[in-house]
């Protein structure tokens, strides 16, 4: 079963704009994963937050996480058409099953160039 | 340094057979973990391997199967194949270090006709 649940379903922008994709999850974690997924092709890891963090920076790219709240956002900004894929926050829980990533149903990003 | 790599690319059966995917790790990487990722949803857990040894499974019945050799390639093994069956299949490897993220291979596309 699906634990995540990523919002909006599909997004649609201009290339240049900034695209923000939200995730929510149900319990408690050790860290929050983003990944990418081209039509068809494996995972790609963006950027990974453990449960302490509340922020982080790759590039283009920014991560918050919320724990009290149970929600994530990812942030791309300055799109270009290169970024339109799918992409899927999986939830790593703490203790025995923190190498068992639970991802929600995805958010496809379409950037018009 | 290669990535995960995984064979065959694609694969047509028919209901009834069996199948056995392969997956080798990135060098160095210890753990691997195989999912199910069916048209439309995020990828599902299936099973964790470490030091061939079980560490995890999913909720997937007992046709389903793998196994994890002394150099830390792994075969996943579908018996009984059903139509539901059909989807792509992704390996991802990691250190040990719950914290570091999943590096994915590009997956086998199984097709039941």
């Known amino acids: 079963s699906q634990q995540g649940e990523e919002d909006p379903q599909a997004l649609s922008i201009q290339e240049g704009e900034n695209a923000t994709m939200n995730c929510s999850y149900k319990?408690?974690?050790?860290?929050l994963q983003w990944y990418r997924q081209n039509s068809g092709r494996g995972l790609v890891h963006l950027i990974l937050?453990?449960?302490?963090?509340r922020e982080k920076h790759s590039g283009r790219l920014r991560v918050t996480l919320d724990t009290s709240k149970k929600s994530s956002s990812l942030l791309i900004t300055a799109s270009r058409a290169a970024d339109t894929a799918s992409y899927f926050c999986?939830?790593?829980?703490?203790?025995?099953?923190?190498?068992?990533?639970?991802f929600g149903k995805g958010t496809k990003l379409s950037v018009i160039p | 340094d290669a990535g995960v790599t995984q064979s065959p690319t694609h694969l047509i059966k028919t209901r009834g057979q069996q199948v056995t995917l392969r997956c080798s790790p990135i060098?160095?990487?210890?753990?691997v973990s195989w999912y199910q990722q069916v048209l439309g949803q995020g990828p599902q857990f299936i099973f964790q391997?470490?030091?061939?040894?079980?560490?995890g499974r999913g909720n997937f019945p007992d046709r389903f199967s793998a196994r994890q050799f002394p150099n830390y390639s792994s075969e996943l093994n579908v018996n009984a194949l059903l139509l539901g069956d059909s989807a792509l299949y992704l390996c991802?490897?990691?250190?040990?270090?719950?914290?570091?993220?999943?590096?994915f291979g590009d997956g086998t596309r199984l097709s039941i006709l």
């Open positions: 991802a490897s990691s250190s040990d270090d719950a914290n570091q993220p999943q590096h």
């Open positions: 319990t408690s974690i050790n860290n």
């Open positions: 937050i453990r449960s302490n963090e």
């Open positions: 999986a939830t790593a829980a703490r203790g025995a099953g923190s190498y068992q990533l639970t």
């Open positions: 060098s160095g990487h210890k753990s």
């Open positions: 391997y470490y030091e061939k040894e079980e560490r």
